[in-house]
């Protein structure tokens, strides 16, 4: 910082809340002219920043003047509850999940949800020429807002997206085995093999698809994925919409690690 001062010296002010990554590194004096050089530690976290006030004196009265420093941090990857908890800041947050609903197919205001919970997105940068519908998996970067008390991301920027095709099982069991190539298909479950992890059977007209686990969304590991079936009480007779990739098993398609997008029960 270079300061013209007038008065006995200059005294710098450092916020309790900087000083574990914020130091002054040297003060040189000549005359009037003051330089100030501060040393800011690595951040390996969010961006920070701080505002920092110089006070000089005459010998009757104190002056002061401040100045903002910030500095740019990693950014954080975070699952959405993680991101919903965090405090309101300039941090950068990387998201990535199922868009559930569009609200502004100009703007892109959205629905974004993974395994932990859903969260708003208040626009992305250039929505409407990235062709995003419902059910597509995107990664997105941006900061922990909110409107009225309520958490939302601001100033969204796509990093990439997995483009979801909407399916019929008859349609699924024709397409080759993929790790890479997600669907989105509704049907009615016959069968529940496993609560824990969620594997069933879904049957649409005459056609008919295991499931080997229906997790509670994207990202989810471990334990993670357990529980969905109890927790949002899904049975048979249910009609389930999931999104998974096609692979098979001993010769016998199926569906790989589904992720829950929503379901109707039985009537």
Same mark, same amino acid.
């Given at each position: ?33 003051? +330089?100030?050089? %501060?040393? =800011? /530690? $690595? ?7 701080? @505002? ?5 004196? &005459? ?20 699952? +959405?509850?993680? %991101?919903? =908890? /965090? $405090? ?7 998201? @990535? ?5 569009? &609200? ?164």
């Amino acid at each position: 910082a270079y300061l013209t001062c007038k008065g006995q010296g200059a005294s710098v002010d450092i916020p309790e809340d900087a000083k574990s990554w914020l130091s002054i590194s040297s003060v040189e004096s000549a005359g009037e002219e003051v +330089v100030v050089k %501060f040393k =800011a /530690a $690595a951040n390996a976290g969010g961006d920070r920043g701080t @505002t920092i006030i110089f006070r000089t004196t &005459d010998g009757k009265k104190e002056y002061t003047t401040e100045t903002t420093l910030s500095q740019t941090g990693a950014i954080v990857d975070a699952s +959405v509850a993680e %991101f919903l =908890a /965090a $405090a309101v800041s300039d941090t950068q947050y990387r998201l @990535t999940g199922v868009i559930t609903k569009i &609200d502004n197919s100009t703007y892109g205001n959205l629905y974004l949800r993974d395994f932990s919970g859903e969260t708003y997105v208040y626009g992305i940068d250039g929505f409407r020429e990235k062709n995003l519908k419902v059910g597509d998996i995107i990664t997105i970067v941006g900061k922990r807002a909110e409107y009225k008390g309520t958490p939302q991301v601001g100033g969204a920027v796509l990093e990439s997206v997995i483009p979801v095709t909407v399916s019929t099982i008859a349609e699924v069991l024709t397409k080759p085995d993929s790790d890479h190539d997600y669907y989105m298909l509704t049907g009615e479950i016959t069968s529940i093999t496993s609560k824990d992890y969620g594997n069933l059977y879904l049957k649409d007209g005459d056609s008919e698809i295991y499931v080997y686990g229906c997790y509670p969304g994207y990202g989810a590991t471990g334990d993670d994925r357990k529980g969905l079936i109890e927790a949002k009480g899904i049975k048979v007779g249910d009609h389930l919409t999931v999104i998974a990739k096609k692979s098979s098993y001993k010769g016998t398609a199926q569906l790989a690690n589904g992720i829950y997008f929503s379901h109707e029960s039985a009537k």
